[in-house]
């Protein structure tokens, strides 16, 4: 079997298993469904403006900017027919599908190889730990097939839906802020992703980028909560940037990089390159003197350990859906292999919540 | 470029006759489309909702599209960019982990199971395998994988250059 054949050989077992018979019946349907959608925004929108008008006229002023929202949340509203506080709406709200999904998170001590399954309660994905080690943001679907993002005790209970976008609102990953009181998240459509922030208390959503088609997504706190180190979509490549997490400017740290993070203390980026240079990288904490840590065109993800002396990270050189986990000694640079899998965060210096699945 | 497909050939057509029908070139395109992008997702799924969404973008412009235009390209382009964008590939993969039972077995990632030369093709790097799927498969030059990719003309030569390198050594060792 020559290069060509082995071009020719894929190329016929891809057109094999396509099957046309039904698929312009089910683009119009996606067409008629996305005109749908649209019409209603739409309506949605002109009557919030009606009523705001007529609010205004009939209350002779300015919005009063200390009076609480009858839907807390901005644009992340709560659920048809509620006005409960994100934060409060486990009783209230809906019940979240959890315990729909396979569940397949797991920790595992890196002393001891001793794993531990996460509780069925809290099935989902691409899991997040809080700073204090005690919750776990997570991704599952609403009743609407949308993911949204729910938070809970790594015990299993006090699940809690906190975002109820009618889109998309749980780009995975998201990051919980130093001091465990908001969580910054990805939300939009399949044309555009923005970074937003969650504040747990409140249930107040704000955006925090303002990106043009594909959007930014990867959002990481900066170790003072102050900033936001995030990814952009650019020509097709990927730039690492960071942005007060009160929005603004950004500044661009790395480019032909993506998936940044910085170090706990603060002093160091680490992002996957995707440029000039492959592999799992570091750089100063501005974005200069970038150098490779572990070479390899397949790695992605880095993660610090809270001591910031390891990096996980995955490696998905056995293609698309085979995705392995190392952990990488920053000051040695060697490398363990851990499981096969996802790495999604560190409980402790010595514990990871690994998913077992392939994405 | 190799030979025309029959959809750019139905593009070109309309721009002199009347607009050829959306349908037309959907039934002529489709396949073709979703194949080139199941080879850099191994999924036929993904390589699906992909599909999907580029050519709904089209349908979208159909009426204002200048037919004479590079029709194929854009199509390729929008769905290069999909697939490109981590974000829509972490819904995805969330919707695949999330509601399992909707999704039923992924019949090309079975192939890819059992076939070596799908495997070895899925083994190359992203950046790799794009390069060879354009150029190699879809018989775009070298330019125009560059547009579609967004690199330079010199960086499709140079990932061709080792992907082919790679498979090469692969096809060295013996048939398993």
């Known amino acids: ?359 | 470029m190799e030979a025309q497909p029959k959809a750019v050939q139905l593009a070109h057509e309309a721009a002199d006759t009347a607009k050829v029908s959306f349908e037309a070139f959907f039934a002529a395109e489709w396949a073709r489309v979703v194949s080139a992008v199941m080879l850099l997702t191994g999924s036929k799924q993904e390589a699906e909702d992909i599909a999907q969404g580029a050519f709904l973008r089209l349908l979208e412009r159909w009426d204002t599209l200048d037919h004479e235009a590079d029709v194929e390209g854009y199509l390729f382009r929008t769905a290069l960019n999909d697939y490109r964008s981590l974000y829509r590939r972490m819904k995805l993969t969330a919707k695949r982990v999330l509601a399992p039972g909707r999704a039923e077995t992924d019949p090309f990632e079975q192939i890819a199971e059992r076939d070596r030369a799908v495997r070895m093709l899925l083994a190359l790097t992203p950046r790799q395998r794009e390069a060879m799927v354009l150029t190699g498969i879809e018989g775009f030059d070298y330019q125009q994988a560059g547009a579609l990719l967004g690199v330079k003309e010199s960086t499709v030569r140079s990932l061709v250059a080792q992907a082919r390198a790679r498979l090469d050594k692969e096809t060295d060792t013996p048939d398993e």
């Open chain 1, 1 to 359: 079997m020559n290069e060509q054949d082995v071009l020719d050989r894929a190329k016929r077992a891809a057109m094999s298993v396509v099957h046309s018979d039904d698929a312009f019946e089910g683009l119009l349907r996606r067409h008629d469904r996305k005109r749908r959608n649209k019409r209603i925004a739409a309506g949605v929108v002109g009557i919030a403006v009606f009523v705001a008008a007529v609010w205004t006229v009939t209350s002779g002023g300015a919005f009063d900017r200390t009076e609480t929202p009858a839907v807390p949340g901005g644009s992340e509203t709560g659920p048809a027919g509620s006005n409960c506080v994100v934060t409060r709406c486990t009783q209230t709200g809906p019940t979240p599908p959890a315990g729909t999904a396979p569940q397949t998170g797991y920790l595992i001590d890196l002393n001891t190889g001793e794993t531990t399954q996460l509780p069925k309660s809290i099935a989902g994905c691409c899991y997040a730990v809080s700073p204090d080690g005690k919750m776990v943001a997570y991704i599952s679907l609403d009743d609407a097939g949308m993911g949204q993002l729910f938070i809970a005790r790594l015990d299993g209970t006090d699940v809690q839906q906190v975002t109820h976008a009618q889109r998309w609102a749980g780009g995975a990953p998201f990051d919980w802020s130093p001091d465990g009181a908001a969580i910054a998240y990805t939300s939009g459509d399949e044309d555009l992703f923005n970074i937003f922030v969650l504040d747990l208390a409140t249930g107040e959503t704000s955006q925090v980028t303002n990106e043009k088609p594909p959007g930014a997504g990867y959002p990481q706190f900066s170790p003072d909560g102050a900033s936001i180190v995030y990814e952009v979509g650019r020509g097709g490549d990927l730039d690492v940037r960071i942005v007060p997490v009160t929005g603004g400017k950004s500044v661009p740290l790395v480019g032909g990089a993506h998936m940044g993070t910085l170090s706990p203390d603060g002093s160091t980026l680490a992002v996957a390159c995707s440029g000039r240079l492959e592999g799992i990288c570091i750089a100063h904490a501005d974005g200069t003197n970038l150098r490779v840590l572990v070479s390899g065109p397949s790695l992605f993800g880095p993660k610090w350990s809270p001591d910031g002396t390891r990096i996980a990270y995955g490696d998905q050189a056995d293609g698309p859906t085979g995705n392995k986990v190392f952990v990488m000694d920053v000051a040695t640079g060697g490398t363990t292999f851990v499981a096969d899998g996802f790495v999604d965060d560190w409980l402790d210096d010595h514990t990871l919540l690994i998913e077992a699945v392939a994405r």
